[in-house]
Protein backbone atom coordinates (compact mmCIF):
# COMPACT_ATOMS: atom_id res chain seq x y z
CA UNK A 1 0.00 0.00 0.00
CA UNK A 2 1.75 3.34 -1.16
CA UNK A 3 1.88 6.11 1.89
CA UNK A 4 -0.22 9.12 1.67
CA UNK A 5 1.23 11.98 -0.32
CA UNK A 6 1.98 15.33 1.83
CA UNK A 7 3.11 18.38 0.54
CA UNK A 8 3.70 21.65 1.94
CA UNK A 9 3.78 25.08 0.46
CA UNK A 10 5.68 27.58 2.04
CA UNK A 11 4.89 31.67 2.17
CA UNK A 12 6.47 34.50 1.13
CA UNK A 13 9.93 35.59 2.35
CA UNK A 14 10.49 32.19 3.40
CA UNK A 15 12.57 29.29 1.50
CA UNK A 16 11.37 25.87 0.93
CA UNK A 17 14.13 24.52 3.83
CA UNK A 18 11.16 26.36 6.38
CA UNK A 19 9.73 23.13 5.98
CA UNK A 20 12.69 20.91 7.36
CA UNK A 21 11.41 20.02 10.33
CA UNK A 22 7.80 19.04 9.69
CA UNK A 23 9.10 16.90 6.43
CA UNK A 24 10.64 14.89 9.06
CA UNK A 25 8.25 14.87 11.68
CA UNK A 26 5.26 13.71 9.09
CA UNK A 27 7.90 11.28 7.42
CA UNK A 28 8.34 9.77 10.89
CA UNK A 29 4.72 8.69 10.90
CA UNK A 30 4.76 7.49 8.13
CA UNK A 31 3.72 9.99 5.52
CA UNK A 32 5.22 10.41 1.73
CA UNK A 33 6.92 14.51 1.82
CA UNK A 34 7.12 16.74 -0.73
CA UNK A 35 8.32 20.29 -0.20
CA UNK A 36 9.45 21.79 -3.17
CA UNK A 37 10.05 25.40 -3.64
CA UNK A 38 8.73 28.10 -6.21
CA UNK A 39 9.20 27.91 -9.30
CA UNK A 40 12.95 28.96 -10.41
CA UNK A 41 13.47 28.98 -6.56
CA UNK A 42 17.43 28.18 -5.73
CA UNK A 43 18.26 24.89 -3.76
CA UNK A 44 19.78 27.00 -0.85
CA UNK A 45 19.13 30.13 1.05
CA UNK A 46 22.37 31.58 0.24
CA UNK A 47 21.94 31.37 -3.33
CA UNK A 48 18.17 32.82 -3.17
CA UNK A 49 19.82 35.51 -1.54
CA UNK A 50 22.29 36.02 -4.28
CA UNK A 51 20.37 35.87 -7.60
CA UNK A 52 16.90 37.28 -6.61
CA UNK A 53 16.11 38.14 -9.80
CA UNK A 54 15.25 34.25 -10.44
CA UNK A 55 11.99 34.69 -9.22
CA UNK A 56 11.63 37.95 -11.36
CA UNK A 57 7.84 38.06 -12.93
CA UNK A 58 6.35 35.22 -10.12
CA UNK A 59 2.95 35.55 -9.74
CA UNK A 60 -0.02 34.36 -7.92
CA UNK A 61 -0.94 32.45 -11.24
CA UNK A 62 2.51 30.83 -11.69
CA UNK A 63 2.80 29.85 -8.22
CA UNK A 64 -0.73 27.91 -7.81
CA UNK A 65 -0.40 26.66 -11.49
CA UNK A 66 2.98 25.28 -10.07
CA UNK A 67 1.36 23.51 -6.75
CA UNK A 68 -1.94 22.43 -9.28
CA UNK A 69 0.02 20.32 -10.92
CA UNK A 70 2.18 18.74 -8.58
CA UNK A 71 -1.24 18.06 -6.85
CA UNK A 72 -2.80 16.58 -9.59
CA UNK A 73 -0.34 14.38 -10.62
CA UNK A 74 -0.86 11.91 -7.53
CA UNK A 75 -2.98 8.78 -8.03
CA UNK A 76 -4.54 10.31 -4.90
CA UNK A 77 -5.38 13.62 -4.06
CA UNK A 78 -2.56 14.52 -1.71
CA UNK A 79 -2.68 16.59 2.30
CA UNK A 80 -2.26 20.31 1.14
CA UNK A 81 -0.04 21.89 3.79
CA UNK A 82 0.13 25.79 3.40
CA UNK A 83 1.61 28.60 4.96
CA UNK A 84 1.52 32.29 4.76
CA UNK A 85 0.82 32.63 1.10
CA UNK A 86 1.28 29.12 0.96
CA UNK A 87 -2.29 29.06 2.65
CA UNK A 88 -3.59 30.95 0.76
CA UNK A 89 -2.36 28.41 -2.33
CA UNK A 90 -3.78 25.80 -0.59
CA UNK A 91 -7.22 27.03 -0.16
CA UNK A 92 -7.81 27.00 -3.51
CA UNK A 93 -6.65 24.13 -4.90
CA UNK A 94 -8.96 22.62 -1.75
CA UNK A 95 -11.93 24.33 -3.28
CA UNK A 96 -11.01 22.89 -6.72
CA UNK A 97 -10.72 19.31 -5.63
CA UNK A 98 -7.06 18.67 -5.98
CA UNK A 99 -6.57 17.86 -2.53
CA UNK A 100 -7.57 15.26 -0.06
CA UNK A 101 -7.90 18.00 2.82
CA UNK A 102 -6.03 21.03 3.41
CA UNK A 103 -4.19 23.09 6.34
CA UNK A 104 -3.81 26.49 6.09
CA UNK A 105 -1.50 28.04 8.91
CA UNK A 106 -1.34 31.55 9.43
CA UNK A 107 -2.83 32.13 5.76
CA UNK A 108 -2.57 35.11 3.76
CA UNK A 109 -6.37 36.42 3.80
CA UNK A 110 -8.61 34.94 1.08
CA UNK A 111 -10.35 37.84 -0.95
CA UNK A 112 -13.59 36.29 0.28
CA UNK A 113 -12.83 38.70 3.76
CA UNK A 114 -14.49 42.27 2.92
CA UNK A 115 -13.30 45.42 3.68
CA UNK A 116 -15.44 46.89 7.06
CA UNK A 117 -16.90 50.33 6.02
CA UNK A 118 -15.73 52.98 7.52
CA UNK A 119 -12.49 51.61 8.61
CA UNK A 120 -9.05 52.56 7.58
CA UNK A 121 -7.26 49.66 5.38
CA UNK A 122 -3.78 48.63 6.14
CA UNK A 123 -0.95 49.41 4.43
CA UNK A 124 2.75 47.73 4.49
CA UNK A 125 4.53 46.06 7.29
CA UNK A 126 3.57 48.75 10.45
CA UNK A 127 1.22 51.60 8.60
CA UNK A 128 -2.66 52.64 8.01
CA UNK A 129 -3.03 54.22 4.92
CA UNK A 130 -5.35 55.00 2.07
CA UNK A 131 -6.16 52.07 -0.43
CA UNK A 132 -2.92 51.65 -2.58
CA UNK A 133 -0.88 53.87 0.14
CA UNK A 134 2.69 53.44 0.97
CA UNK A 135 4.34 53.32 3.93
CA UNK A 136 7.53 53.19 6.01
CA UNK A 137 7.59 50.02 8.15
CA UNK A 138 6.04 50.76 11.74
CA UNK A 139 7.97 51.23 15.12
CA UNK A 140 7.24 47.89 16.84
CA UNK A 141 4.52 48.00 19.97
CA UNK A 142 2.70 50.98 17.83
CA UNK A 143 -1.02 50.28 16.67
CA UNK A 144 -0.02 50.74 13.38
CA UNK A 145 2.45 47.82 13.56
CA UNK A 146 0.01 45.82 15.13
CA UNK A 147 -3.02 46.42 13.06
CA UNK A 148 -1.53 46.98 9.73
CA UNK A 149 1.57 44.95 9.02
CA UNK A 150 -0.90 42.13 7.64
CA UNK A 151 0.73 43.46 4.46
CA UNK A 152 3.49 41.12 4.76
CA UNK A 153 2.10 38.18 4.02
CA UNK A 154 2.57 36.49 0.62
CA UNK A 155 4.12 33.68 -1.32
CA UNK A 156 7.16 31.85 -2.59
CA UNK A 157 8.48 29.48 -6.26
CA UNK A 158 10.64 24.84 -7.77
CA UNK A 159 9.74 23.47 -10.72
CA UNK A 160 7.32 20.55 -10.10
CA UNK A 161 8.96 17.27 -9.22
CA UNK A 162 7.43 13.68 -10.71
CA UNK A 163 5.62 12.03 -8.71
CA UNK A 164 6.89 9.34 -6.72
CA UNK A 165 10.19 11.04 -6.56
CA UNK A 166 11.07 12.62 -2.92
CA UNK A 167 12.67 15.56 -3.12
CA UNK A 168 -12.39 35.44 13.61
CA UNK A 169 -15.20 36.61 18.05
CA UNK A 170 -15.40 39.94 15.81
CA UNK A 171 -14.77 39.62 11.96
CA UNK A 172 -12.61 42.49 11.43
CA UNK A 173 -12.99 43.48 7.94
CA UNK A 174 -9.78 43.52 6.37
CA UNK A 175 -9.40 44.08 2.30
CA UNK A 176 -6.35 42.12 1.37
CA UNK A 177 -6.30 43.62 -2.15
CA UNK A 178 -5.78 46.61 -0.34
CA UNK A 179 -2.97 45.51 2.09
CA UNK A 180 -1.08 43.52 -0.34
CA UNK A 181 -1.05 46.58 -2.82
CA UNK A 182 1.15 48.02 -0.44
CA UNK A 183 3.64 44.88 0.33
CA UNK A 184 5.99 45.73 -1.72
CA UNK A 185 6.63 49.26 -0.32
CA UNK A 186 8.01 47.02 2.81
CA UNK A 187 11.24 47.35 4.19
CA UNK A 188 11.22 51.01 2.51
CA UNK A 189 11.81 49.70 -0.82
CA UNK A 190 9.06 51.16 -2.92
CA UNK A 191 7.80 49.43 -5.59
CA UNK A 192 5.98 50.38 -9.02
CA UNK A 193 4.85 48.26 -11.52
CA UNK A 194 3.05 48.73 -15.02
CA UNK A 195 -0.36 46.83 -15.09
CA UNK A 196 -4.39 47.66 -15.31
CA UNK A 197 -5.72 49.93 -12.62
CA UNK A 198 -8.98 50.38 -11.08
CA UNK A 199 -9.84 53.56 -14.00
CA UNK A 200 -8.28 51.61 -16.87
CA UNK A 201 -5.30 53.34 -16.42
CA UNK A 202 -1.71 51.73 -16.03
CA UNK A 203 0.90 52.21 -13.66
CA UNK A 204 4.90 51.78 -14.09
CA UNK A 205 6.38 48.11 -12.95
CA UNK A 206 9.09 47.66 -11.24
CA UNK A 207 9.65 43.84 -10.79
CA UNK A 208 12.34 43.41 -8.50
CA UNK A 209 12.76 41.22 -5.37
CA UNK A 210 11.41 42.46 -1.88
CA UNK A 211 13.79 42.08 0.98
CA UNK A 212 13.45 42.11 4.76
CA UNK A 213 15.66 43.06 7.17
CA UNK A 214 16.42 41.24 10.15
CA UNK A 215 15.06 44.30 11.97
CA UNK A 216 12.18 43.72 10.10
CA UNK A 217 11.96 40.11 10.48
CA UNK A 218 12.80 40.33 14.28
CA UNK A 219 9.80 43.08 15.19
CA UNK A 220 6.83 41.88 12.85
CA UNK A 221 7.15 38.25 11.99
CA UNK A 222 9.26 36.72 14.86
CA UNK A 223 7.61 39.11 17.42
CA UNK A 224 6.87 36.07 20.35
CA UNK A 225 10.84 34.67 20.20
CA UNK A 226 13.85 36.37 21.67
CA UNK A 227 16.49 38.08 19.50
CA UNK A 228 19.11 34.99 19.61
CA UNK A 229 16.31 32.91 18.06
CA UNK A 230 14.80 35.45 15.69
CA UNK A 231 17.93 36.00 14.05
CA UNK A 232 18.77 32.24 13.82
CA UNK A 233 15.23 31.98 12.16
CA UNK A 234 16.22 34.57 10.03
CA UNK A 235 19.94 33.14 8.82
CA UNK A 236 18.25 30.10 8.19
CA UNK A 237 15.31 30.35 6.36
CA UNK A 238 14.50 34.20 4.88
CA UNK A 239 14.60 35.32 0.93
CA UNK A 240 13.86 38.39 -0.42
CA UNK A 241 9.94 37.63 -1.54
CA UNK A 242 9.08 38.47 -5.32
CA UNK A 243 7.23 41.80 -6.09
CA UNK A 244 5.14 40.42 -8.99
CA UNK A 245 3.40 37.77 -6.32
CA UNK A 246 2.72 40.56 -3.57
CA UNK A 247 1.12 42.96 -6.63
CA UNK A 248 -1.32 40.44 -7.85
CA UNK A 249 -2.10 39.90 -3.89
CA UNK A 250 -2.80 43.68 -3.82
CA UNK A 251 -4.08 44.76 -6.85
CA UNK A 252 -4.67 48.00 -5.58
CA UNK A 253 -8.05 48.85 -5.22
CA UNK A 254 -8.68 46.67 -8.64
CA UNK A 255 -10.79 43.54 -8.95
CA UNK A 256 -9.36 40.72 -6.51
CA UNK A 257 -6.84 38.35 -8.15
CA UNK A 258 -8.79 34.99 -8.92
CA UNK A 259 -6.19 32.80 -7.49
CA UNK A 260 -7.00 34.68 -4.23
CA UNK A 261 -10.76 33.89 -3.84
CA UNK A 262 -11.30 30.40 -2.18
CA UNK A 263 -14.91 28.40 -3.03
CA UNK A 264 -15.88 28.62 0.32
CA UNK A 265 -19.38 26.87 -0.34
CA UNK A 266 -17.84 23.66 -1.56
CA UNK A 267 -19.72 21.07 -0.11
CA UNK A 268 -18.23 18.65 -2.09
CA UNK A 269 -14.26 19.74 -1.11
CA UNK A 270 -12.12 17.47 1.71
CA UNK A 271 -11.60 18.51 5.43
CA UNK A 272 -10.25 21.87 5.93
CA UNK A 273 -8.46 22.96 8.90
CA UNK A 274 -6.91 26.76 10.06
CA UNK A 275 -4.27 27.62 12.00
CA UNK A 276 -3.75 31.11 13.34
CA UNK A 277 -1.25 32.60 15.95
CA UNK A 278 -3.14 35.17 18.64
CA UNK A 279 0.43 37.26 18.53
CA UNK A 280 0.66 36.95 14.35
CA UNK A 281 1.33 40.19 13.28
CA UNK A 282 1.73 39.64 9.64
CA UNK A 283 -1.96 37.73 9.30
CA UNK A 284 -3.48 38.32 12.44
CA UNK A 285 -5.62 35.84 14.10
CA UNK A 286 -9.05 37.98 13.67
CA UNK A 287 -8.16 37.13 10.22
CA UNK A 288 -7.82 33.65 10.09
CA UNK A 289 -11.49 34.04 11.85
CA UNK A 290 -13.15 35.87 9.59
CA UNK A 291 -12.25 33.57 6.88
CA UNK A 292 -13.26 30.73 9.20
CA UNK A 293 -16.97 32.50 9.39
CA UNK A 294 -17.18 32.37 5.88
CA UNK A 295 -16.65 28.35 5.75
CA UNK A 296 -19.55 28.14 8.20
CA UNK A 297 -22.31 27.83 5.66
CA UNK A 298 -21.12 24.93 4.06
CA UNK A 299 -21.21 21.36 5.22
CA UNK A 300 -17.67 20.47 4.56
CA UNK A 301 -15.84 19.82 7.51
CA UNK A 302 -13.73 23.42 8.30
CA UNK A 303 -11.74 23.51 11.89
CA UNK A 304 -10.18 26.44 13.47
CA UNK A 305 -7.67 26.61 15.97
CA UNK A 306 -5.77 28.96 17.57
CA UNK A 307 -2.24 29.15 19.32
CA UNK A 308 -2.18 31.59 22.04
CA UNK A 309 1.27 33.83 22.22
CA UNK A 310 2.44 32.75 18.66
CA UNK A 311 3.32 34.92 16.46
CA UNK A 312 3.87 34.11 12.80
CA UNK A 313 7.01 32.08 12.53
CA UNK A 314 4.81 29.70 14.47
CA UNK A 315 6.10 26.71 12.00
CA UNK A 316 9.38 27.22 12.28
CA UNK A 317 10.22 28.65 15.78
CA UNK A 318 10.71 26.32 18.68
CA UNK A 319 7.57 25.93 19.39
CA UNK A 320 6.93 24.57 15.68
CA UNK A 321 6.19 21.29 17.16
CA UNK A 322 3.30 21.46 18.91
CA UNK A 323 1.44 22.70 15.94
CA UNK A 324 2.86 20.28 13.66
CA UNK A 325 1.44 17.78 15.88
CA UNK A 326 -1.91 19.07 16.09
CA UNK A 327 -2.33 18.92 12.60
CA UNK A 328 -1.05 15.25 12.39
CA UNK A 329 -3.89 14.54 15.15
CA UNK A 330 -6.16 16.25 13.18
CA UNK A 331 -5.99 14.55 9.94
CA UNK A 332 -6.21 11.37 12.20
CA UNK A 333 -9.33 12.21 13.51
CA UNK A 334 -10.28 12.96 9.74
CA UNK A 335 -9.34 9.56 8.70
CA UNK A 336 -6.23 10.25 7.38
CA UNK A 337 -3.32 8.05 8.18
CA UNK A 338 -0.04 7.35 6.86
CA UNK A 339 -1.77 4.45 4.50
CA UNK A 340 1.76 2.63 4.67
CA UNK A 341 5.11 2.10 4.44
CA UNK A 342 7.63 5.27 3.84
CA UNK A 343 8.84 5.18 0.27
Do not use: C
Request: glycine content about 14%; charged content about 20%.
Amino acid sequence: MNSTPVVFVHGAWFHALSWEAWAERFTSRGFTVWAPGWPGEPDSVREARRRPDVLRGLGLDALTDHFGRLAASFDEPPVLIGHSVGGLVVQHLLGRGLGRAAVAVAPAPIANVAPQPGRGRPGPLGTTGAAGGEGAAGAPGTAGAVAASDAAGAADGGTVPAAGTAPYGDTTAYDSTTAYAGAAAASGHPATYRDTTADGGTAAYDDTAVPLSPEEFRHVFANTVGAEESARLYDRYVVPAPRRLLADLGRGGSAPHPRSVADVGNAARGPLLLISGQEDQVVPDSLTRAAYKLYGDSVAVSDLKQFADRGHTLTVDSGWRAVADHVLDWLAGQGIHAGGPVR
